[in-house]
T-cell receptor, first 115, second 115 residues
Framework: AQSVTQPDIHITVSEGASLELRCNYS??????LFWYVQSPGQGLQLLLKYFSGDTLVQGIKGFEAEFKRSQSSFNLRKPSVHWSDAAEYFCAVGGLSGGYNKLIFGAGTRLAVHP | NAGVMQNPRHLVRRRGQEARLRCSPM?????VYWYRQLPEEGLKFMVY????????ESGMPKERFSAEFPKEGPSILRIQQVVRGDSAAYFC?????????????FGQGTRLTVV
């Protein structure tokens, strides 16, 4: 069965430090891959997505992610974290069902940012 | 173009009552998805609908839950005879017609509390 694993439940970084959030997926083929961010009490906002082509994907708010087929990973990175980046981050896989975007989400990583 | 609108934002129901959650997709979107987020967990797919059709309800509990997306009006997720375990955030997402990787836009969710 398809699954998404985010190994880190909580991460704390200092403002200005670099960030990497891990995501591993289990799927026979290459799925569509997504990162979403959720602020407290809010819905989900898409940060970036990967369908095919260049394995390094640029997103909004200075985020990027790299697809590594050999490791079944799609880690999210940001070179310098801002206090406003404190939120919960979800990795998801999609494109598993023909013609529609049913998503399977990881359990999320909660990011705290120290001043 | 307004985003995906969900109402109510917060809903309190007593055990045994019915809960009705509404979702108006973005203009031009004919695909609607419902997801449930239990506390401290990621989102879980419940159902995918197009106008007047349920396409995939593989994530819906077999009893008490139903969904519809009529020709006119919002999509409705209905929970009959609610129990404490139904307390969760319910998110709706919509997308235009397109391949499996077409981005889905999320609403801000309805937070259901069963007392």
């Amino acid at each position: 069965a398809q699954s998404v694993t985010q190994p880190d439940i909580h991460i704390t970084v200092s403002e200005g430090a670099s960030l990497e959030l891990r995501c591993n997926y289990s799927y026979g083929a290459t799925p569509y891959l997504f990162w979403y961010v959720q602020s407290p009490g809010q819905g989900l906002q898409l940060l970036l997505k990967y369908f095919s082509g260049d394995t390094l994907v640029q997103g909004i708010k200075g985020f990027e992610a790299e697809f590594k087929r050999s490791q079944s990973s799609f880690n999210l990175r940001k070179p310098s974290v801002h206090w406003s980046d404190a939120a919960e981050y979800f990795c998801a896989v999609g494109g598993l069902s023909g013609g529609y975007n049913k998503l399977i989400f990881g359990a999320g990583t909660r990011l705290a940012v120290h001043p | 173009n307004a985003g995906v609108m969900q109402n109510p934002r917060h809903l309190v129901r007593r055990r045994g009552q019915e809960a009705r959650l509404r979702c108006s997709p973005m203009k031009g979107h004919s695909h609607v998805y419902w997801y449930r987020q239990l506390p401290e967990e990621g989102l879980k797919f419940m159902v995918y609908l197009q106008k007047e059709n349920i396409i995939d309800e593989s994530g819906m509990p077999k009893e008490r839950f139903s969904a519809e997306f009529p020709k006119e009006g919002p999509s409705i997720l209905r929970i009959q005879q609610v129990v404490r375990g139904d307390s969760a955030a319910y998110f709706c997402a919509s997308s235009p017609p397109g391949p499996g990787g077409t981005e889905a836009f999320f609403g801000q969710g309805t937070r259901l509390t069963v007392v």
